[in-house]
């Protein structure tokens, strides 16, 4: 969910902006899963953006302590947001781990990198949520190390019953800065889209699977 409405809609035009999300409705992408879709979110382009990656980093920041006070370490889901989770950490002045997708398959066959101590306090920062699904993976390693996972940020969430679903069977609370519905809204308000468009917008929304 959405904490500030404000922050929600500033987020959205920030990443319009800089094209790390792309509304294209003439021009479906197609995602890895296979589905087709209108938009496209990439939130590691703001990495390139000193004033608007400085305001993601306050932002969240600002809502793990407003939610959790200050957890023990910040962890961050390789690879999309380990560049993000480090600004965080660094703000907040705690550790910083990264999960990995799987154990690496040499070495030490680490899925979790960095120092982590069981018992600790642990809230993951995520770039984007669709299903959840690569996210909560993350979140079953860390709880595999003995680990009390409070939460999950993440920059942006397209807002899918099938992820909440998922976070809700995890039994994990998932905070977001900005979402689908406040990304329509802005992108409506500012007219970076048309009238047109945003009910191919909001069609797709509504039954992303089938969408063609």
């Not at 370490?73 to 380990?82: E, H, K, L, M």
Request: hydrophobic fraction near 40%.
């Amino acid at each position: 969910m959405v904490l500030n409405k404000d922050t929600a809609k500033k987020t959205a035009e920030l990443l319009l902006q800089i094209n790390a999300i792309k509304l294209e409705p003439e021009n479906p992408f197609t995602w890895a899963s296979g589905w087709k879709s209108p938009i496209y979110c990439d939130n590691r382009v703001m990495l390139s953006y000193p004033e608007i990656r400085d305001f993601v980093r306050k932002e969240m920041a600002k809502q793990v302590e407003e939610l959790y006070g200050k957890p023990d370490v910040i962890a961050g889901v390789a690879t999309g947001a380990i560049g993000i989770g480090i600004l965080v950490a660094d703000a907040l002045g705690l550790p910083f781990v990264y999960v990995r997708p799987e154990p690496k398959s040499h070495g030490r066959q680490n899925q979790v990198e960095g120092h982590l101590e069981a018992g600790q306090s642990v809230v993951v920062i995520e770039d984007l949520i669709s299903t959840g699904k690569s996210s909560l993976n993350a979140v079953r390693a860390l709880r595999s190390q003995q680990v009390d996972v409070k939460g999950m940020i993440a920059v942006f969430t397209y807002g899918f019953s099938l992820a909440d679903a998922n976070f809700a069977e995890e039994k994990l609370n998932l905070h977001t800065l900005s979402d689908y519905a406040h990304l329509i809204e802005q992108a409506s308000e500012t007219n970076y889209i048309e009238e047109s468009q945003m009910q191919t917008l909001l069609q797709w929304k509504s039954n992303p699977q089938q969408w063609k």
